[in-house]
């Protein structure tokens, strides 16, 4: 019954997938992303210019376009980044004349299918006094961007081990009806016990209690990963792109778009 659950809800939440840092910024995590007036510039800091968003720098560096193929949203985006800025966007293959993809990469999606989520007992709530810790964590295992004040995008878990931090999971975007499961990671000392798999289990759970389903994104050279995200019961639903792009130089060249 479970797994044909959710199997419809993948079905129903297809379009908030394929964008989901959009789908992120433009429901649950509004609050990460004010919006100014139409037709005022943003001031810095502001994370919201008609159809583009941003997430705050040092909470998650992404910014996303409510639809990649409407040069409005491209325009908006210029707008609210500013001239000759570099920003990262999920989903997107090809930016617009005077754009420029300065860097990128491949990745991919899963979603859990079926998932056994439990609780871990030895797991303890890391919250902002607990950023250093994970900082040192995240240095010597690199599961991906975590940033000063990435621990407010949701439940973090970790495992210590004699008082240091060895193992970390948490949430990070939040779309409507989906929690993404992102840091995970084990000090190398410590792998090959499940440290990171109970984790990721434990804050499934957490994520199930509020009647969402879990989904996370890996490197698509990551094959170690893959497989063990597959193993504990995720699918692999796509591959997506991330492009590291710079704005257009000047306003008269953003106005032109």
Same mark, same amino acid.
Request: glycine fraction near 10%.
């Given at each position: ?23 992120? *910024?433009?429901?649950? !995590? ?13 001031? /810095? ?19 996303? *376009? ?11 985006? !210029?707008?609210?980044? =500013? ?16 754009? %420029?993809?300065? =860097? ?9 299918? +079926? ?28 599961? $991906?961007?975590? &940033?000063?004040?990435?621990? !407010?995008? $949701? ?5 210590? +081990? +004699?008082?240091? *931090?060895?193992?970390? #999971?948490?949430?990070?975007? +939040? &779309? ?10 084990? %000090?190398?000392?410590?792998? =090959? ?15 199930? /209690? ?5 989904? &996370?994104?890996?490197? #698509? ?14 699918? *692999? ?11 257009? $130089? ?8």
């Amino acid at each position: 019954m479970r797994k044909a659950v959710v199997v419809h809800q993948i079905a129903l939440g297809t379009r908030l997938l394929d964008n989901p840092v959009w789908a992120a *910024l433009d429901g649950p !995590h509004a609050a990460f992303a004010e919006r100014s007036e139409m037709g005022v510039p943003p001031a /810095e800091g502001w994370g919201r210019y008609g159809r583009a968003a941003r997430y705050p720098a040092d909470v998650y560096a992404f910014a996303a *376009l409510a639809d990649p193929a409407d040069p409005a949203a491209w325009s908006d985006l !210029h707008t609210l980044l =500013g001239p000759a800025t570099t920003a990262r966007i999920k989903g997107v293959e090809t930016v617009p004349d005077g754009w %420029d993809i300065v =860097g990128g990469g491949q990745g991919v999606q899963l979603v859990d299918t +079926h998932l056994r989520a439990e609780p871990a007992p030895e797991a303890v709530r890391l919250g902002p006094d607990d950023v250093p810790d994970i900082l040192d964590l995240v240095a010597r295992t690199r599961p $991906g961007p975590f &940033l000063a004040r990435t621990v !407010h995008l $949701g439940t973090y878990l970790g495992i210590r +081990h +004699h008082g240091r *931090l060895v193992a970390l #999971a948490g949430e990070r975007l +939040h &779309l409507p009806g989906w929690t993404e499961i992102s840091a995970v990671c084990t %000090d190398p000392a410590h792998r =090959g016990r499940g440290l990171g798999t109970r984790l990721v289990r434990a804050v499934a759970a957490g994520i199930r /209690e509020r009647g969402q389903t879990p989904f &996370l994104h890996a490197a #698509a050279n990551n094959a170690t990963a893959i497989r063990l995200y597959e193993s504990i019961g995720f699918t *692999l639903r796509r591959r997506t792109t991330i492009l590291q792009v710079r704005t257009p $130089g000047t306003d008269a060249r953003a106005r032109a778009l």
